[in-house]
């Protein structure tokens, strides 16, 4: 496994569309969030408290699930921009005049001050440039015995995209995504015990070229560090739709454009710290002639 930060994702790009402002929840994001909500039901843990990463671009329909899910738990949101929590708050907040706003558990839209049992991470680490510091952040958030639950894209997603870009010669269309097995490794090596990975393929379809670039646009940015450095021409934003058009339809031309997304899905947990382990002992070849001189000179035991 490659220890160092992900080479192909340029950080001040993936810096600038952390500050981006989301105008809503990705669809894409939603049914992941879906998915993975109906994977607690292997979990018997019921968190006291729980802490939701990133919310209003992981799915604020998911945070509503989780709320249903543990309506007695104390629940926390972390978002990276101020703005961003002032937005998810407004959006979650119920009418005074609905009577579900009585029924559903507040939310804490700050960091906790104590860790806590769960924390949930829809669609987040292959945005960002350090993944291991930020599971080592996961990692100190959560209290002994609690588990983390993430998901995220793997190397799969937009293979057919890939492949149309590396036709025409163009730069790559993303940045690279990680194995779900280099996942499990680094979070072994953030103090997380009992990894669990998986993963499934998700085939989505769009009518237009245009419609597929705007989910992309909804989903994320290209951040790797040798896409396109300038302004693209009307020429070819028309070659762009174009091969969309021809490449990614099916056989014959008919039918819907069809793009591939892989999911990992993850959870891991908290074990308690390890026992203190004594330093190494070194001795020379002198000192260690000498000890086991003295082994042979003690006499047998009956």
Known sequence: MNTLRPPTIDPVASERWARRLPVASAWLHEE????????????????QSWLHWEPLRGGLQAHA?????????????VLSQ?????????RMVKP???PERWRT????WARPAQSVQMLWANMALHMVPDPQALIAEWHGLLAIDGFLMFSCLGPDTLVELRTLYR?????????DFTDMHDWGDMLVQAGFAEPVMDQERITLSFATPERLLQELRELGRNLHGARFSGLRGRGWHASLLAGLAQRLAPAGGAGPLTLTFEIIYGHAFKPAPRLHVRPETRLTVEEMRASLRQVNKKPPTA
């Open 32 to 47: 992941v969030a879906r998915r993975m909500e109906e994977r607690l039901d292997l979990i018997t843990l019921q968190p």
């Open 105 to 108: 558990p507040t939310t804490q």
């Open 65 to 77: 699930l989780l709320q249903q899910r543990y309506p007695r738990s104390e629940s926390f949101a």
């Open 96 to 98: 005074w005049w609905r």
């Open 167 to 175: 036709a025409l010669g163009w730069p790559p269309p993303s940045h």
């Open 82 to 90: 101020a703005e961003h929590g002032h937005e998810a708050a407004k």
